[in-house]
């Protein structure tokens, strides 16, 4: 049974990475997620996917140059889909109280070895906070941040999201002790996920929006698939 993911919330009907696109995805029955985090220059766990504000809220300069409390107040709508009220940027535990997922991916970008270390002990002092640390998977394409995983905070789950084949995936998340690959759809042929399962990794692909895409990798056997679009992945896959 492939289960499926909200890619930020539901960012292709609700503008991405906002409460209300993360709400929007509960509303289809969808009770896993996907979102990005950043931190801001005060310390708090934003989510937002760039490092800069510019895609999302048309501001300009880094997420880490603003202060957690101007951040939450920058609308975030902008380029996604049509919104009629404002979408501000969330803090990563305004989700916690708000939202009641099953299991959330946490994919943290690319850091400096100071800053993968700042953002992964934060993730765990608020998943502790909220009783969520079972329920959550930290993600990174960032060697910096695996490690600072597998270092620091051991008892977080941990995820390789995998966009290229120039690195053979399945070795570098076990060298990293992963739980789950998040595997681009275009790398998932049906060997390497066949591969990745029997090494008991959790195989999650993305972004997957169309129908008959889900369907053959539903068919393929995947875990789970990463959508813009929970409400047709809902109807499509049951």
């Known amino acids: 049974m492939t289960v499926i993911y909200g890619h930020r919330g539901a960012k292709g009907e609700v503008p991405e990475n906002t409460l209300a ?3 929007q995805c509960l509303k289809h ?15 708090e766990l934003m989510v937002i996917h760039d490092p800069t504000l510019k895609r999302t809220t048309g501001r300009r300069g880094k997420v880490v140059e603003h202060d957690a409390a101007e951040l939450v107040g920058y609308d975030a709508r902008k380029g996604g889909p049509e919104a ?15 939202c009641d997922f099953e299991h ?4 943290v970008k690319s850091a400096s070895k100071v800053r993968a270390a700042r953002m992964v002990e934060a993730i765990a002092e608020l998943a502790e906070r909220y009783k969520l640390t079972e329920k959550i998977t930290v993600t990174s394409s960032s060697r910096e941040v695996l490690g600072a995983l597998q270092r620091l905070t051991p008892h977080l789950q941990r995820g390789l999201v995998a966009e290229y084949a120039w690195l053979d995936p399945l070795k570098v998340a076990k060298h990293y002790g ?12 049906p060997e390497r ?20 895409l889900m369907r053959r990798l539903a068919d393929f056997g995947v875990d789970s698939i990463i959508t813009d679009f929970p409400g047709v992945a809902v109807q499509t896959l049951g």
């Open 21 to 23: 696109s993360f709400q």
């Open 104 to 107: 959330w991916q946490l994919e």
């Open 178 to 189: 992963c739980h789950l690959l998040a595997l681009n759809w275009t790398l998932c042929t």
């Open 193 to 212: 996920l066949l591969k990745a399962q029997k090494a008991g990794l959790h195989v999650s692909v993305w972004t997957v929006n169309e129908p008959a």
């Open 29 to 43: 029955g969808v009770r896993r997620c996907e979102l990005d985090l950043h931190l801001s220059r005060d310390g």
């Open 84 to 98: 009629v009220s404002p979408c501000p940027i969330p803090r990563l535990e305004e989700l916690f109280q708000h």
